[in-house]
């Protein structure tokens, strides 16, 4: 049975301004998606470090993924309570939600570390670096810079107005519509199959309890996971030794043997990993039962002209394949360092 507060946001989402509408969240889409490419030009002329180097990136992230979308919602009038989801939580999705983002590292872990071994028998994966953090200070400002802006800002855009604006086509669309388009705007073929994972299960946490806190509780434990584990790799080589020739350069040139005892290991724990995540899962789906809203029929999308809909994804999609396809090129055959 649905709140009184529910109700509310069924009978203003009946409004024409109410709610995102597909061809906008696509629009919406295509427009982050030239920022951060743009963007990554001019950090690409910038060098930045330490301190200077999350005040930069704070910054960018305000720029290429909040004030968009905050724009359009403000511009178009939209109900940003309703479009942003922001409904309150109890304490047992918030510990549940918890729970899922902590077991389910361990599950994205080894679904990364498969799709790594089997990328490097084609050239040298390189994933995405997050500079050393060192310090204290750093290991803070990471959180709130790495795990905590990205965590607000994409949430608010993808489970937010994006999923908003595809709820019409129905609640299975919009979550694996969503959950793909986030994993790609992301530009990385290294953890491709983990972040649409990630992605489809923050929609649907969202989607199940009818508010993004938990979407955003979710992506930032495990985007605290990634930070935390630099943090501890960036201490530990403190205490080796000063001839220690380091990590090997790719799965390549790890032996077949111990490599088969990472994947063994790994496994192990990414199936308890996913015992553990199942047993919160099914809790939260528990204590979110009812929760759920369908789309008024009033706000529902017309049929229309489907092409209209559905071109400025086409077009982001065309862009991040082409993207896509020189980082693969670049990894099977590196270039040259002059």
């Not at 982050?32 to 330490?50: D, K």
């Not at 204290?136 to 800002?153: C, E, Q, S, W």
């Not at 809790?283 to 049929?303: I, N, S, W």
Request: charged letters at 10%.
């Amino acid at each position: 049975m649905y709140d009184e507060t529910t109700q509310k946001y069924r009978e203003r989402i009946r409004e024409p301004n109410g709610a995102p509408t597909p061809f906008a969240s696509g629009l919406l889409y295509l427009t982050v998606l030239l920022l951060i490419l743009l963007s990554s030009l001019l950090t690409a002329r910038i060098n930045t470090e330490g301190d200077s180097y999350y005040f930069y990136m704070f910054l960018l992230q305000l720029a290429t993924i909040g004030l968009p979308t905050m724009a359009y919602l403000v511009a178009r009038r939209k109900n940003i309570r309703y479009s942003l989801r922001l409904r309150t939580i109890n304490a047992a999705e918030v510990l549940l939600s918890m729970g899922m983002a902590i077991f389910g590292y361990g599950v994205i872990a080894f679904i990364n570390l498969l799709w790594m071994i089997f990328l490097s028998r084609f050239g040298n994966p390189q994933p995405t670096a997050i500079p050393p953090i060192e310090t204290g200070r750093h290991y803070l400002m990471a959180i709130v810079v790495i795990a905590a802006t990205p965590a607000v800002l994409e949430e608010f855009m993808f489970r937010g107005v994006i999923q908003r604006g595809y709820e019409g086509y129905g609640k299975t669309v919009s979550i694996l519509v969503t959950g793909i388009l986030f994993a790609y705007l992301h530009l990385n073929i290294i953890t491709i199959p983990a972040i649409i994972l990630l992605g489809i299960l923050l929609c649907y946490v969202a989607y199940r309890a009818n508010s993004i806190w938990v979407s955003i509780i979710y992506h930032f434990i495990n985007n605290t996971i990634a930070v935390t584990f630099a943090y501890i790799s960036s201490l530990l080589t403190k205490f080796l030794p000063e001839d220690f020739e380091g990590m090997p350069g790719s799965f390549a040139d790890i032996p077949p043997d111990q490599l088969q005892m990472v994947v063994i290991v790994w496994a192990f724990l990414g199936f308890f990993a996913l015992i553990l995540f199942s047993a919160c899962f099914a809790g939260f789906h528990v204590v979110t039962r009812g929760k759920q809203e369908e789309l008024p029929a009033a706000a529902r999308p017309t049929k229309g002209n489907i092409m209209q809909l559905i071109l400025p994804v086409l077009l982001a999609a065309v862009i991040i394949t082409v993207v896509l396809a020189f980082k693969v090129i670049n990894m099977v055959n590196p270039a040259p360092i002059l």
